[in-house]
């Protein structure tokens, strides 16, 4: 069945670094843009980037300020978060998704992980 | 950048009610508008696309409308499975902001 399944959470201190990852399964993954999106505690949905496809493309949040990187690896069906200087509000559970139509990133997101809680604290 | 503003942010609704949640855009998004529902613990559920397109497996009591910059989720007839957050997000450009979102609890 299409799934998403992500790793790489966990407590860090304020400052360090961490990569989440996203295994993709059941789907042709090669064709369709994906997506990160976060959730602080308590708090609503946060877009955080987009990439495309063919990973050619990648779009962020203005509110990263680049300290984020979103990568893929179509031979492994893999998509990645590279996330830097990290502070106390990046604490969230962080999901992956999937756009819903191929060859694209802009028809919403039908298919979820089952998110990463990462906590940046000292 | 484009700015989405949901409304209400809460609403309290009994089974069999009609429900209507608002969304507006900043700017005129094409109807690139997807509306989601977020259960407690679990990840959201793409309800519809396109601002009027459900999703497969998304019950027809789900409905929207809009278009420009305001748009709509309607729930013709609310049910108990029904009761929870419910975003919307625009895909017209990057970056692609989900709106505050709209608990919907029971009366």
């Known amino acids: 069945q299409v799934q998403l399944v992500e790793s790489g959470g966990g407590v860090v201190q304020p400052g360090r670094s961490l990569r989440l990852s996203c295994a993709a399964s059941?789907?042709?993954?090669?064709?369709?843009?994906m997506h990160w999106v976060r959730q602080a505690p308590g708090k609503g949905l946060e877009w955080l980037a987009v990439?495309?496809?063919?990973?050619?493309?990648?779009f962020y949040a203005d509110s990263l300020k680049g300290r984020f990187t979103i990568s893929r690896d179509n031979s492994k069906d893999m998509v990645y978060l590279q996330m830097n200087s990290l502070r106390g509000e990046d604490t969230a559970v962080y999901y992956c998704?999937?756009?819903?139509?191929?060859?694209?990133?802009?028809?919403?997101?039908?298919?979820w992980g089952q998110g990463t809680t990462v906590t940046v604290s000292s | 950048d484009i700015q989405m503003t949901q409304s209400p942010s809460s609403l309290s609704a009994s089974v069999g009610d009609r429900v209507t949640i608002t969304c507006r855009a900043s700017?005129?998004?094409?109807?690139?508008l997807n509306w989601y529902q977020q259960k407690p613990g679990k990840a959201p559920n793409l309800l519809l696309n396109?601002?009027?397109s459900l999703q497969s497996g998304v019950p027809s009591r789900f409905s929207g409308g809009g278009s420009e910059t305001d748009y709509t989720l309607t729930i013709s007839s609310l049910q108990p499975e029904d009761f929870a957050t419910y975003y919307c997000?625009?895909?017209?450009?990057?970056?692609?902001?989900f709106g505050q979102g709209t608990k919907v609890e029971l009366k």
């Open positions: 998704a999937k756009d819903s139509s191929v060859y694209s990133q802009q028809y919403g997101m039908d298919v």
């Open positions: 059941g789907f042709t993954f090669s064709t369709y843009g």
């Open positions: 990439i495309s496809d063919d990973g050619s493309n990648e």
């Open positions: 700017q005129s998004i094409g109807s690139y």
């Open positions: 396109l601002a009027s």
């Open positions: 997000q625009q895909s017209y450009t990057t970056p692609m902001p």
